[in-house]
């Protein structure tokens, strides 16, 4: 008989509970237990064991446990997480169950070439790693350890802001790729930018409009309404001169982030913005939160130069669909005159196999590495790129494409 597990054997009991229509004539869903069992909203369930080395990692997952276990809870909560009721995060993760991948067998085909050129430069796989903020809360080396990876692994590289740009650059040999977001970036920092050698300007426009931050929900769930970070000695080594933060002032950086009724949003920014910026840079523009077909043809008609396909894997996004499902539609706009990327939601090589199959032309990550650096630093990051690239090498040998363009759509099966 297997050993009796009482985490597990408990949760499994809730769970056959939750499935009674009596408990959910009482309002008690599966997903009320999930909140009170504390399982994580955006894992895929995994057993509870916490990989101790980076070559005990199986997959993706174990990396989410690895940073749960390692991260103060404000800082997990906040990467973890997405907004408006998680309803973005989760459909980012339905999405791919819509979507099946025709596996053929005995094929015969031991190597496939996933390498990708994005305007002009080579990389080693379809597989980019997306900006993410504040990274030093996950790592104290931040975007150094991201680079130092990427590097290592010939792996596109989007930073998040330029307050480590020309460090990053000198350490890569070459400069990255540059993320802002919300307002139009002013025409100093664009200088700036083009001065550091940047390629390309990836503005995420998804915020724009007012986000349901969750900065809030990380000090609520903490389980403070007053954190004196600058007395705490797990906190006052990076936020020593940030002083007290309370719930209330996150309260007010929500209602802040929304906008007032009267519709006074901050950074409201729209299209005519987009076509000053294309006109004020000599980067590649890259508009990063595209989800529509009818944003992608304005976007090209401004001249952008690429988009992504992206709700910031839910952390900006009240719409509720996930960016597979979306990804046609920007691909039609488009009508193959940039190329669209996508991001959100993505966890496995399988995941990635099936954006490339509708058209994406590469798939960004952005959870995934971060776990990995906020587990075990350079190498977590390197180990969650070998892992995404075994596990497309898979797909890919059994359906037949040995490069990335013999990936077609007639290898998915769309689930009714
Ligand atoms: C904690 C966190 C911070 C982020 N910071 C930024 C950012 O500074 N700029 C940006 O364009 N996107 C940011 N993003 C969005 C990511 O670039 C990317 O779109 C998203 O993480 C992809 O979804 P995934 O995490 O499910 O892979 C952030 C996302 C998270 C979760």
């Not at 990274?135 to 104290?140: M, V, Y």
């Not at 740009?165 to 802002?180: C, D, F, H, S, T």
């Not at 519709?263 to 987009?274: I, L, M, Y």
């Amino acid at each position: 008989m297997a050993p009796f597990n009482s985490v597990s054997d408990r949760r499994a009991f809730l769970k056959f509970l939750a499935a009674s229509p009596l408990l959910a004539a009482a309002g008690l869903t599966p997903r009320w237990f999930d909140q009170v069992l504390g399982a994580p909203v955006a894992a895929q369930a995994q057993d509870a064991y916490v990989i101790k080395s980076v070559r005990e990692a199986l997959n993706i997952f174990d990396f989410e446990a690895a940073a749960k276990a390692k991260l103060s809870v404000p800082h997990f909560i906040e990467f973890d997480l997405g907004v408006f009721n998680d309803e973005t995060l989760r459909a980012n993760r339905d999405a791919f169950t819509k979507y099946q991948i025709k596996m053929r067998r005995l094929l015969g085909i031991t190597t496939v070439d996933q390498s990708v050129q994005i305007f002009g430069v080579k990389w080693d796989a379809p597989i980019f790693l997306c900006p993410v903020g504040r990274i030093t809360a996950l790592n104290p080396e931040g975007n150094l350890a991201v680079a130092r990876a990427a590097k290592a692994k010939n792996t596109l590289e989007i930073m998040s802001g330029a307050q480590q740009l020309e460090q990053v650059n000198a350490l890569r040999g070459e400069p990255v790729w540059i993320g802002v977001q919300g307002g139009a970036p002013a025409e100093t920092l664009l200088k700036r930018l083009e001065a550091a050698g940047c390629p390309a300007l990836v503005w995420a426009i998804d915020g724009v409009g007012g986000g349901n931050q969750i900065g809030a929900r990380a000090v609520q769930r903490a389980g403070v309404a007053n954190l004196e970070r600058k007395d705490d000695p797990r906190c006052n080594a990076c936020h020593q001169n940030e002083g007290r933060i309370t719930l209330s002032d996150r309260m007010s950086d929500v209602i802040g982030a929304l906008g007032s009724l009267k519709g006074e949003a901050a950074n409201q920014v729209s299209w005519s913005d987009v076509k000053r910026v294309r006109g004020m840079t000599r980067m590649k523009l890259v508009l990063k939160g595209i989800v529509t077909r009818e944003d992608a043809q304005i976007a090209v008609q401004n001249g952008v130069d690429a988009v992504i396909v992206s709700n910031h894997g839910g952390h900006e996004d009240a719409g509720g669909r996930g960016t597979l499902e979306c990804l046609p539609e920007v691909v039609a706009g488009v009508a193959g005159r940039i190329p669209v990327l996508i991001d959100s939601g993505f966890r496995s090589g399988a995941d990635v196999y099936k954006a490339l199959a509708l058209g994406a032309a590469a798939v960004g990550v952005g959870r995934a590495y971060a776990w990995g650096l906020a587990s075990f630093g350079q190498d977590g990051v390197e180990t969650v790129i070998e892992l995404l690239r075994r596990e497309l090498q898979v797909a890919m040998a059994q359906t037949g494409a040995t490069s990335i363009a013999k990936i077609t759509r007639a290898t998915l099966i769309a689930r009714n």
